[in-house]
């Protein structure tokens, strides 16, 4: 009997223990093929752009940032995106939602519901952890709001608070409040050290 591939899913580079039990937990399962598996973080665009899987499995851990998810929904938007983190806040999980992930789940997730995270996903349904696995909000840095990440970017390109107001048709002092809480957020002083951390 031929049994019909479902989900064609892209993996990105993962731990050597989580990768492994990922790569048999989806064997596990005809409906899924991995059409590539344990690509490194900078060949993820290319290898989904080559491919165009209906899901990809990302690492929350090799992004650089929040905003590194929106880029590639942006450039992907048809491709599920499905980020595994090690312990998402619910903060955190919302936040990775509302750049573009299509489902996020801890690496501590059941078997079962990373399988069916993975089919919800192809259909386009969001996935959360839930409840029992995130996290308290951790004491610490809180996390930019998706306006702040886009300010954020227009300051580390180098714009002005003007040029910046007028592209996201906000004021220059809408523009000033962003920058200080993003400055705050981030524990720096100047554009230029925020420059720097890109």
Known sequence: MITRVNVRVVVARFEDIVAHGLRALIEQDDSIEVVADSVEHHRLASVLSELRPDVAIVNFGSLANAAELRELHRQFPDIRLVVLSNRPTTLESRQMLAFGATACLSKRSEARDLLHAIHLA?????????????????????????????????????????????????????????????????????????????
């Open 122 to 198: 192809s259909r386009g349904l969001h996935v959360l952890p839930s409840a029992q696995e995130a996290e308290p909000p951790p004491v610490g840095p809180d996390v930019l709001t998706p306006r702040e990440v886009e300010v954020m970017e227009l300051l580390q390109g180098g714009r002005s608070n003007a040029e910046i107001a007028e592209a996201l048709h906000v004021s220059v002092e809408t523009v000033r409040s962003h920058a200080r809480r993003i400055y705050r957020k981030l524990g720096v002083r100047t554009r230029r050290e925020l420059r720097s951390r890109r």
